[in-house]
C-alpha cells in the first residue's frame, strides 16, 4: 500500500431515534436503518443517497456542482424496539430484511410493503442481541456476498447465551441451537457467520460473550470447535470474508482492545489459533463498537469507537497480523454501527449515538 488511506464524509442527515444498526440495501444505493425511539417504540427507515444540483457564482461565472443527500424513502413503527438485522438471509428480489426485536422476535420484511412484517417469529425469549447470515442476492455486487447460489442460513444471538441457527426455508424451528450450560448467565453480544462452501456442514459461527469469551462453533456437534477468552466484554466479532475459506477472526472488546486470530491453520481445540492483541483505545471513549472489512479488499478492516473515530487496519502475514493505517474523526459520538456498500468499494453507512445518519468514503 503506496498511500495512506483517506476517509471523507459524502453525506449526513439526523434521524429521530437511536439507529442500532445501519446497512445497505442489497444493490442499491439505499440504506435501511433501525433502532428505538425515545418513547420505547421500533422504528426503521430506508433512505436513497440521491443528489441535487447546487449553482454557485465565481469571477469566471457559473459553476453547478452535484451535492449528495439522503432522502426518506419510507418508514414504519411498532411496538417492540429493533436490536439488529440483516440482509444476508437468502437471496429473494427484492431483498428481504430479517430483523431481531427487544421482544425475542425475528421479523422478515419487505421495504416496499413495511405496515406488518412478511412473519414474526418467537426466536428467543429475551432480546435478539445480534443477526447474521451467509446469503446474499445472486449476481449483486462484486464482493464477498455474491454468488449463484446464496446460502439460507442466518444466526441469532440472544442476551440469555442461547445462540440458534434458522433457515429460511424452515422458519418455524431452528435446524441447530446453541443453549449455554446451566448457569453460565452470559449474555452474546454478537456473531459472524461464514459459508466456506455450498454443504451445510460447512458453515462457520462464532459468538463473542459480554464476559470475553469467544466461540468458533461446529453447527453439527452442536458444540464449539474453539474457544478462548479474552478478557473483555466482546462487542463485535467478524471473519474476513462471508463466502469462501475464511483466514481471518477479528474481535474488538468494551476496554479498546482489538483481536485478530489466523485461521489459516486448523481450528480445534487441542490446536489454538495464531493471535495478536492490540490496544486501539484508552479512556471514558474506550469501547469498539465495531468491526468490518472492506468486501473488495478483505485485507482491510474498519473499527469504530466511543469518540467517533474510525481506526483502519490491514491483515499481515503469520508474524504481524495487524498493521494501523491510520485514524479518522468521523462523528462527534459513538459510531455503534458501520457497514461497506458490497457494489461500491469504499463507500459506507454508519449511524452514531448523536442520532445522525452518515455516509463516507475510504479511499485506500
Not at 476517509?7 to 439526523?14: E, F, G, L, N, T
Not at 474488538?252 to 482492545?257: H, P
Not at 474498519?302 to 503469520?318: C, F, K, Q, R
Request: with cysteine; proline share 4%.
Amino acid at each position: 500500500m503506496t498511500s495512506s488511506p483517506k476517509i471523507s464524509q459524502v453525506a449526513s442527515k439526523p434521524i429521530p431515534f437511536t439507529g442500532f444498526q445501519a446497512l445497505w440495501v442489497p444493490g442499491t444505493t439505499r440504506v435501511c436503518t433501525f433502532g428505538s425511539s425515545d418513547a420505547g417504540f421500533g422504528v426503521i427507515q430506508v433512505h436513497a443517497l440521491s443528489t441535487s444540483s447546487s449553482t454557485s457564482k465565481s469571477p469566471i461565472g457559473a459553476t453547478t456542482s452535484q451535492i449528495p443527500k439522503l432522502i426518506l424513502h419510507s418508514e414504519t413503527e411498532k411496538k417492540s424496539q429493533f436490536k439488529c438485522g440483516t440482509f444476508r438471509a437468502g437471496g429473494s428480489h427484492p431483498p428481504r430484511l430479517v430483523t431481531g426485536d427487544f421482544d425475542g422476535r425475528v421479523g422478515l420484511w419487505d421495504l416496499n410493503r413495511m405496515e406488518v412484517p412478511l412473519s414474526l417469529l418467537e426466536a428467543h425469549t429475551d432480546i435478539v442481541t445480534c443477526i447474521d447470515g451467509a446469503g446474499g442476492t445472486p449476481g449483486a455486487g462484486t464482493g464477498s456476498l455474491s454468488s449463484s447460489q446464496p446460502r439460507q442460513e442466518f444466526v441469532t444471538g440472544c442476551r440469555d447465551g442461547t445462540v440458534k441457527v434458522w433457515d429460511t426455508r424452515q422458519k418455524e424451528q431452528a435446524v441447530s441451537v446453541m443453549a449455554p450450560k446451566k448457569g453460565y448467565g452470559h449474555e452474546v453480544w454478537s456473531v459472524s457467520m461464514n459459508a466456506q462452501s455450498s454443504g451445510p456442514e460447512d458453515l462457520l459461527v462464532v459468538a463473542g460473550y459480554d464476559n470475553g469469551d469467544i466461540r468458533v462453533l461446529d453447527l453439527v456437534a452442536g458444540k464449539p470447535l474453539f474457544e478462548t477468552n479474552i478478557k473483555h466484554g466482546v462487542c463485535s466479532v467478524e471473519f474476513d470474508r462471508t463466502r469462501g475459506a475464511s483466514k481471518r477472526l477479528i474481535a474488538t472488546t468494551m476496554e479498546g482492545t482489538l483481536h485478530s486470530f489466523d485461521l489459516d491453520g486448523s481450528i480445534s481445540e487441542s490446536k489454538a489459533m495464531v493471535e495478536e492483541t492490540i490496544t486501539v483505545q484508552t479512556g471514558d471513549e474506550s469501547t469498539l463498537w465495531q468491526a468490518r472489512h472492506v468486501p473488495q479488499r478483505q485485507d482491510v478492516f474498519a473499527v469504530t469507537d466511543g469518540g467517533g473515530n474510525i481506526h483502519l487496519y490491514e491483515h499481515g502475514n503469520v508474524g504481524s497480523l495487524i498493521k494501523s493505517l491510520g485514524s479518522h474523526q468521523f462523528a462527534k459520538e459513538a459510531i455503534l454501527s458501520l457497514e461497506f456498500n458490497d457494489d461500491l468499494e469504499g463507500l459506507f453507512v454508519a449511524c452514531d449515538l448523536n442520532n445522525t445518519l452518515r455516509i463516507g468514503m475510504l479511499t485506500v
